[in-house]
């Protein structure tokens, strides 16, 4: 990519840089400016100037703060005064600087650049030499920025909190009643609670290596404890209407994101719903094949964006089609196909699943939310070790979904983390508590 400072030079130019090719055409015009510029005689070096310079603000951003010495280094080497006289009387040294600035390169460089830059080292075109520099400084800007950004997450991420935690508690002043449906929001939680075990461990053991699989804590009820009653509060969100009045009012600025968790949380049940109904009348062998089983998922996706206002029709819809694949799949295969019986069953039992209380669909839907709330207390890697049956088709999906819930309920409790412990002291007994406040999980 051409210096942007060059660019401005050339004013017929200024209003096709926008779009890709015309861009393309004006950077390449640049360069074969520079080069009749430097074969010129005596040589023009004004372009290679406003260059240098540029390479120049560029290598100092790269600098970290304490790298004093190198920047006392890059200014000597790089005085565009001297520079300028050398210009004037003809002998800049243009290759000899790039081989410097190079060199240089090799030094500021993330190793992922190294190659690139050792590539470099091979040119001995002045012009070409200079293009490849540009475009390699280009990209280590880009790696300065990313580890930027990344080194003040942290900060920014803390900042983030204490701030919204401080403006809803000037909210909470003036309106003291402002965490009522937060509080009936988790009441009813420990009240799910309290009539069905939960069916995942708890934090205080989740953090042992060797504790019980999310399975096997489906059969090992715990005490009722704050961040269960959390869990079990995130989750029946998800079961809500999230126009609902009553909203919590901690989760207010989370209800989009909610609601599209919400979204996608559907589309995978009937998603997997399919692919169960499906592969018990293809066999191992179709679903044996990732490839088979990717077009599958491929193909249902597309067709059920418009389930939620057309469920019979969307489902007819993938019915036909998937009966049709698993149909020509087998014959490709050289295996039987489905009878026509096996055919009008499967695309029976596949329209069965637009109706909400298709015992397939239940099923599926009940092990979707065992898996995310395993998510919520074990973490993701680990629930997707011991997936329910009928869930190992859509793992990368599942993962997908329950990573995006862990970091919504994550951030969410870090900050309204010190008003859920104060409510969840006035509905759990010291004797049920396993925790004295709520953790991020």
């Known amino acids: 990519m051409a210096p942007k400072g060059i660019l401005g030079a050339f004013p017929t130019a200024m209003n096709?840089?926008?779009?890709?090719?015309?861009?393309?055409?004006?950077?390449?015009?640049?360069?074969?400016?520079?080069?009749?510029?430097?074969?010129?005689?005596?040589?023009?070096f004004s372009c290679a100037l406003e260059l240098l310079k540029e390479i120049k603000e560029i290598l100092i951003s790269l600098l970290l703060p304490r790298q004093n010495r190198l920047r006392i280094e890059i200014e000597e080497a790089l005085d565009m005064d001297l520079?300028?006289?050398?210009?004037?009387?003809?002998?800049?040294?243009?290759?000899?600087?790039?081989?410097?600035?190079?060199?240089?390169?090799?030094?500021?460089?993330?190793?992922?650049?190294?190659?690139?830059?050792?590539?470099?080292?091979?040119?001995?075109d002045p012009v070409w030499l200079?293009?490849?520099?540009?475009?390699?400084?280009?990209?280590?800007?880009?790696?300065?920025?990313?580890?930027t950004i990344q080194s003040l997450q942290p900060h920014l991420?803390?900042?983030?909190?204490?701030?919204?935690?401080?403006?809803?508690?000037?909210?909470?002043?003036?309106?003291?009643s402002l965490l009522n449906h937060t509080t009936k929001w988790l009441t009813q939680a420990a009240a799910d609670l309290t009539m069905s075990p939960p069916t995942c461990p708890d934090t205080s053991d989740s953090s042992s290596v060797a504790g019980p699989s999310p399975n096997e804590a489906a059969n090992n009820p715990e005490p009722l404890s704050p961040t269960m009653v959390l869990c079990q509060g995130f989750l029946n969100l998800l079961l809500w209407d999230l126009e609902n009045e009553e909203f919590p009012e901690t989760l207010l600025m989370d209800r989009t994101r909610l609601q599209e968790l919400k979204s996608q949380l559907h589309q995978l049940t009937v998603m997997a719903s399919v692919l169960l109904v499906a592969s018990s009348f293809s066999g191992s062998v179709l679903f044996g094949s990732p490839q088979f089983v990717d077009k599958l998922k491929r193909i249902t996706k597309s067709l059920l964006e418009d389930f939620h206002s057309r469920?019979?029709?969307?489902?007819?819809?993938?019915?036909?089609?998937?009966?049709?694949?698993?149909?020509?799949?087998?014959?490709?295969?050289?295996?039987?196909?489905?009878?026509?019986?096996?055919?009008?069953?499967?695309?029976?039992?596949?329209?069965?699943?637009?109706?909400?209380?298709?015992?397939?669909?239940?099923?599926?839907?009940?092990?979707?939310?065992?898996?995310?709330?395993?998510?919520?207390?074990?973490?993701?890697?680990?629930?997707?070790?011991?997936?329910?049956?009928?869930?190992?088709?859509?793992?990368?999906?599942?993962?997908?979904?329950?990573q995006k819930f862990v970091n919504l309920t994550q951030h969410n409790q870090q900050v309204f983390g010190p008003y859920y412990t104060e409510i969840l002291k006035t509905l759990i007994s010291p004797a049920q508590a396993l925790e004295t406040k709520v953790e991020s999980v």
């Not at 009387?89 to 030094?107: D, E, F, I, P, R």
């Not at 991420?157 to 003291?176: D, V």
């Open 311 to 402: 469920p019979e029709e969307a489902i007819l819809t993938v019915s036909e089609q998937v009966s049709q694949e698993i149909h020509q799949s087998l014959k490709n295969m050289g295996l039987v196909a489905l009878s026509s019986d096996n055919t009008a069953s499967l695309m029976g039992q596949l329209q069965n699943i637009a109706k909400k209380e298709n015992c397939v669909r239940s099923v599926i839907d009940q092990r979707i939310h065992l898996f995310l709330k395993c998510c919520l207390v074990l973490g993701v890697q680990r629930s997707l070790l011991d997936l329910p049956g009928g869930l190992t088709l859509i793992e990368a999906e599942l993962a997908e979904l329950g």
């Open 83 to 124: 520079l300028k006289q050398e210009a004037e009387h003809g002998a800049l040294k243009v290759l000899y600087l790039s081989k410097y600035v190079l060199n240089m390169m090799a030094l500021l460089c993330a190793p992922v650049r190294d190659e690139a830059v050792q590539k470099l080292e091979n040119i001995t």
């Open 157 to 176: 991420q803390e900042h983030s909190i204490q701030y919204e935690r401080a403006k809803f508690q000037e909210l909470l002043n003036k309106q003291p």
């Open 130 to 147: 200079l293009r490849g520099i540009f475009q390699v400084l280009g990209r280590m800007k880009m790696d300065m920025v990313n580890y």
């Open 16 to 44: 096709l840089i926008l779009e890709g090719k015309v861009k393309e055409t004006v950077h390449n015009a640049f360069w074969d400016h520079l080069k009749e510029q430097l074969s010129a005689t005596p040589p023009d």
